[in-house]
């Protein structure tokens, strides 16, 4: 995931600035798909048409660009769109004209480009109002982009749990996905955006079996449900916070990732080089630990 880089605010300078050789590094190292969160909302008119702003666009080319290039998947979503989550009634025709444009920008890419209609999903977004919503969004996009591949994922913040509360349409194309963070005040302590989580500073993870129970527990309810739809289930974001001890890191992180492949589950690891990051942007090196409890024996 290259998190806080392109989902900042409009007015903020990202955490971490994307650069073209953190392709190449990804590459390198032997992954085989980026996720790229996006906030177009910031980028586009607030009334009729909703006019993405273009240098915008070419902002997002250039990352789009830059991993196709290299053969990679590239995942591009709708990120912190805080106003639909919060009134989705008032702000769905301005949603669904941004993935209109989206889709119709992209359509002569290849199909390694996927879209994923919008990063979890809360609030206000109800499992109702999100089923009704998410047919307008891929008809929009099928309109220019009949066979790409489009990902979504349940409400509650893609919680594994709200999978019983999403009803997919009838398309081949659509792929579903989850976000896994149990437990979390073991993965987000000290986290500065989640009130309370210095409370939970020092939480290990693996030392008791009912530990990996309970993530067997979790992946094994995911990919069950995806199995019996015929579906495809994609793990879109999974890690821990840097505060967490590291020993405890990568027992969690060696563990998700190994059992998600052993279910046959697709991931991409949060995030490449901010505060949950496998990268280090400082001394631009990978923290080979961390690499190595996601792709070992590289």
Known sequence: NFGNMLDADRNEEPPLRLAERYFDEVRRAGFDAVRVPVRW???????????????????????????????????????????LMAAPHTHQSRYVALWRQIAAHYAARPPRLYFELLN?????????????????????????????????GPVRMNDIDALADLELPSDDRVVVTVHYYAPFEFTHQGAPWV?????????????????????????????????????????????????????SRLRWTTFV??????????????????????????????????????????
């Not at 949060?270 to 990978?286: E, I, L, Q, S």
């Open 195 to 247: 009130a309370g989580a210095d409370r939970w500073l020092g939480t290990p993870w693996g030392a008791a079996d009912s530990d990996r129970d309970a993530v067997r527990r979790d992946l094994a309810t995911a990919a069950s449900w995806a199995r019996d739809r015929g579906r495809l289930l994609f793990i879109g974001e999974f890690g821990v916070y840097a505060k967490a001890n590291m020993t």
């Open 120 to 152: 979890e999903p809360r609030d206000a977004m109800t499992g109702q109002v999100w089923n009704g919503l998410v047919p307008a969004a891929l008809a929009a996009i099928r309109e220019s982009s009949p066979d790409r591949v489009v990902v979504v």
């Open 257 to 298: 990732r190994a059992h998600a492949e052993q279910l046959g589950l697709s991931w991409c690891y949060w995030d490449f080089g901010t505060d949950f990051g496998v990268f280090d942007p400082r001394r631009d090196a990978w923290r080979e630990p961390l690499l190595q409890a996601l792709l070992p024996g590289r």
């Open 41 to 83: 909302s910031v980028h586009a008119e607030r009334s009729a048409p909703y006019t993405i702003d273009p240098e915008w666009f070419t902002r997002v080319d250039q990352a789009v660009d830059a991993a196709l290039r290299r053969d990679l998947t590239v995942v591009v979503n709708v990120h912190h769109f805080h106003d």
